[in-house]
């Protein structure tokens, strides 16, 4: 099986843009969770899509937001950019039944805000 | 609330040494753990998981854990270092969201 792809890998934006990130999750995944990682906060979770309604949400402000969509595919957005959103964006999605608390993690977009 | 410590930040050991990384758990109840590797501008790969069928978890390339209730510990092991074991570990819990650990920088000497 394909495992989990985010598109873009990088990216580029100036402060007060918005942003939309993709993640395709490993096929037959219905789970998909969205993780921020930068050097000062680590690994923070953002939020849980399942069969297209957020089940979870961290401590982010209304700024960062996300979907899922039929196919089990999600995006997350940021909107008015920020410095501090400068960070690794991670996905990860998750199977049904059992493993439900096994994540396996996408390669990351890498934004950049200016 | 669940948390987990990773007590060392830095760990370097020499190439063909063994390796350890230490990770303290709090939790209510019976966790669920994890370990992760990740490798520089690379996303976070699964090395094994810990979910109380057996103490002693065996991962992929060599990795292995120990959960030990009594000291709430769930540190990661492997008998002999490879360069191309230089990463960051990262020590995980699972409630109803994974939870991480600061993360251990392994660097591995030649």
């Known amino acids: 099986k394909a495992g989990v792809t985010q598109t873009p890998r990088y990216l580029i934006k100036t402060r007060g843009q918005q942003v939309t990130l993709s993640c395709s999750p490993i096929?037959?995944?219905?789970?998909v969770s969205w993780y921020q990682q930068t050097p000062g906060q680590g690994l923070q979770f953002l939020f849980e899509y399942f069969s297209e309604t957020q089940r979870n949400k961290g401590n982010f402000p209304g700024r960062f937001s996300g979907r899922q969509f039929s196919n089990s595919r999600s995006e997350m957005n940021v909107s008015t950019l920020e410095l501090g959103d400068s960070a690794l964006y991670l996905c990860?999605?998750?199977?049904?039944?059992?493993?439900?608390?096994?994540?396996?993690f996408g390669p990351g977009t890498r934004l950049t805000v200016l | 609330a669940q948390s987990v410590t990773q007590l060392d930040s830095h760990v370097s050991v020499s190439e063909g040494t063994p390796v350890l990384l230490r990770c303290n758990y709090s939790?209510?109840?019976?966790?669920?753990l994890f370990w992760y590797v990740q490798h520089p501008n690379k996303g976070l790969q699964l090395l094994l998981k810990y979910t109380s069928a057996a103490t002693l978890v065996k991962g992929i390339n060599g990795f292995e854990a120990e959960f030990k209730k009594s000291e709430t510990s769930f540190h990661l092991t492997k008998p002999s270092a490879h360069m191309s074991d230089a990463a960051e570990y990262f020590c995980v819990i699972y409630g109803n969201k994974l939870v991480f650990g600061a993360g251990t920088i392994l660097r591995v000497k030649s």
């Open positions: 990860a999605s998750t199977a049904d039944g059992a493993e439900t608390d096994t994540q396996y």
């Open positions: 096929s037959g995944h219905r789970s």
């Open positions: 939790s209510s109840y019976s966790p669920s």
